[in-house]
């Protein structure tokens, strides 16, 4: 398909005048419940040691202490705290998901749009409605080059996540919609990520660059700097380089009426989407008959989704990374253990002996006819019985979201070990607040327990 | 053509021990040239507008002052001053083309490895080998996927600048080839750049960009941030994902014996390369009737070879960066100023009456007999005579390259606008003497006139 002015209607668009109150309240409430989740997976993702090495390596470089890692004791300037933000976001793989894209949406933008407003304060409307714009653009320009994009080897995330931090972050700037053409344009020369990345750092990396390039796209036009106002559409554009589908209704059909980002989810469990139906159904049957039951498994047979082996089929994953892409690892785990959070994808997991044991029985097949929240289950036990389990619908799918008190469980269970219990009550009440506050970046400076800021700037 | 290991192999040839004088004399000797050239369009390009927005834009956020923007008063960060070297270099369109693949090699290279020069000190002899490494790497992966990558869209210079950058300081940190691997493949997953913006300010942003990723690739690999080892030929690697021509011979084969880096050309004119030979046949042909007869023009005809009208068949180009992709506007400066230096595409020259009225009487028609270093002109004169050329090799081209006195006479008229006489004498001086110096450092602090840092010092 295609279409003349889709970066400058669609930068119209994200330049034109809009509160947050324009906006449907399923889409306000959807918006905040991803800022809620996004804030509690960059603080779960902190002491991570991919966060450890980025910063080690850019520490020597970084500006004026601006904005707060969240989680994290440092203060980097902006766009290297969206840098870090993007990545502890992600780093556990349990952040959101736009399913029609497989994009996670917030890392890129909230990671960007958070580290901005403590350099230059927004209220909390003003951010919410930023982060929705920004998602809305990503998952939008997604949707316009899904799967064909992603098939070819493309990390969706990193791809479109550039261009919904610029357009959140031209936003929360104010940018004019020559300016935000221009910051789309710069964002589009910078598109990149690659899924053979997949099960190490880079991964991760991936929406920290989005968030941070992003941003410098918007800070860029701001000054000045300028670009192809058709970078999107262009014949040697982000959509006919980077994709064999260009549809460009899916950007620009709709828009301000019908929203991407009230079709975010979060994920129950730390690793990729696919494997949630497996970890889902192998939990349900050792719940159901007992975690004495589970050591006595000789075979596990599932029949998944096509993508599920291409994406998570590495047989013998050596750390913590790589076992979030073994489908084998997970289901391993999910009847061992009952566990999906982020302690089933350690290093010490991926090398326990028992678990070991057990994937090594596991074997997958693909079936068209299995859709992506689905899977069928059969498990041989040693006395004789074959048990099975078919997933409908995986918890964490659209027909199975989490509430607001899964949301706060997994938030606690992240966030508490690494900041502190009554630290981290008072983040996720702020944090549900946030369209009350007057000033957004009080969320990225409680999300460090004072007493460890203080402590680090003393030392 | 599939192959195992073509990443992991070329990382282990990067760090290999190797001293400058295992090097073939001709290629070291190309080396200084490259060098030379690229330091001089680096301080001719210094006051552009484009380095102005650039650093308003980062000003805010850079970190401490260790590096020197070639030719300009601040002092960045090393990456922040890896990108402005990056930008400056190209962004007169004057700087060097290997002429196989398009890229242009020292951008991203040199850029990055004189910022961390006044980091981490290096001897001229260390550095130079570095240089022609990173090159070496760069062209090669750029001949891995030339022509198909390129055709798609890629500006081949970002995409195989940022494994150049990687490659060269990799070999300056020391990096293991285990390391060297994995700044590789965090340079592969930030391959990007479209073609879309040629004529804009993010041209010349691509080099800078590629220099500053791939520079903080190697810091991130020396911190143990980790990558794929199979970047480059992986099924979702950076060949197969951006290229659909896959052809690793060209970077393994003959590696450490036949030399891209000594494949250098250096460009007369201010442009685009493909538009290079129709600036020399106009030059000639006023040089040979006098400025006068080409006030009395009144049709010219030129026969080139496709993709000069593919890249530069803008008809009516409004601001200088457009008017360097414009065949029409380069050949009637040529005609009627003898103009293909930077003054002949500045937004002056692109407005000015006699030249847009000239340049409406040019007409050019693609010609797939017409080879890249060649053009057919055809001049119809007012008092009725016609009179004809052909250029068989362009002056620039391999067959006929600069020679050291006539990159001098480049240099001194980029460099002595922007800081002086005697200080560019100077700077020529410690260019040709890179590997006579301790501290290649001492080239960048050069660059600039002391007494202009010392007063912007002052401020």
Redo the contacts between chains.
């Keep these: 398909m295609t279409e003349t002015h889709v970066t400058q209607r669609l930068a119209e668009w994200i330049a034109a005048p809009r509160d947050l109150a324009d906006l449907p309240p399923a889409v306000r409430e959807e918006g905040v419940r991803t800022f809620f989740n996004w804030l509690g997976c960059a603080v779960g993702g902190a002491t991570h040691e991919?966060a450890d090495?980025?910063v080690?390596?850019?520490r020597?470089?970084?500006?004026?202490a601006?904005a707060s890692v969240v989680g994290r004791t440092e203060r980097l300037?902006?766009?290297?705290a969206a840098l870090l933000n993007g990545i502890t976001s992600h780093v556990l793989d349990y952040d959101d998901t736009h399913l029609k894209t497989i994009i996670h949406p917030a890392g890129p933008v909230a990671s960007a749009i958070l580290a901005v407003a403590e350099?230059r304060p927004v209220d909390g409307k003003r951010f919410l409605e930023a982060l929705i714009t920004g998602i809305e653009v990503e998952c939008r320009i997604g949707n316009s080059v899904y799967p064909d994009h992603y098939d070819?080897?493309?990390?969706i995330t990193?791809t479109a996540g550039v261009f919904g931090a610029a357009a959140a972050v031209s936003r929360l700037l104010g940018l004019d919609a020559q300016r935000t053409a221009w910051a789309l344009?710069?964002a589009?020369?910078?598109?990149?990520?690659?899924?053979?990345?997949f099960?190490?750092?880079?991964k991760s990396?991936?929406p920290g660059?989005a968030a941070q390039n992003g941003l410098?796209a918007a800070?860029?036009a701001?000054?000045?700097?300028?670009?192809?106002t058709?970078?999107i559409e262009?014949?040697?554009?982000?959509a006919?380089?980077l994709s064999t589908k260009q549809d460009y209704s899916q950007i620009l059909g709709g828009l301000g009426e019908t929203w991407e980002a009230g079709l975010n989810s979060y994920k129950p469990f730390a690793c990729g989407i696919v494997i949630h139906p497996a970890i889902d159904g192998c939990r349900q049957l050792r719940d159901e008959l007992g975690a004495d039951v589970m050591a006595g498994v000789s075979a596990v047979r599932l029949r998944t989704h096509p993508l599920v082996l291409e994406l998570t089929g590495k047989t013998e994953p050596k750390t913590g990374l790589e076992s979030k892409f073994s489908v084998f690892h997970a289901a391993a785990c999910a009847l061992l253990r009952g566990d999906g959070s982020p302690t089933a994808f350690t290093d010490e997991a991926a090398n326990a002996p028992e678990l070991v044991a057990l994937r090594r029985k596991v074997k997958a097949t693909s079936d068209a006819a299995i859709h992506e929240d689905q899977v069928a289950i059969e498990i041989d036990l040693t006395d004789g019985r074959t048990i099975t389990r078919f997933v409908e619908h995986a918890i964490g799918s659209i027909h199975r979201p989490l509430s607001n008190e899964q949301l706060i469980e997994k938030f606690a269970r992240q966030s508490e070990p690494v900041i502190g219990a009554a630290p981290t009550a008072d983040l996720m009440d702020l944090a549900w607040r946030l369209t009350d506050l007057s000033d957004a970046a009080e969320v990225a400076r409680a999300s460090v327990a004072a007493g460890a800021r203080a402590a680090a700037a003393a030392e």
């Design positions: 991919t090495r980025a080690a390596a850019i020597p470089f970084v500006g004026p601006q300037d902006v766009p290297h350099y070819r080897g493309w990390h990193g344009g710069i589009a020369t910078q598109s990149s990520g690659l899924r053979e990345m099960g190490t750092m880079c990396f991936h660059r410098m800070f860029l701001e000054a000045g700097f300028d670009s192809s058709r970078a262009a014949p040697r554009g982000f006919n380089v």
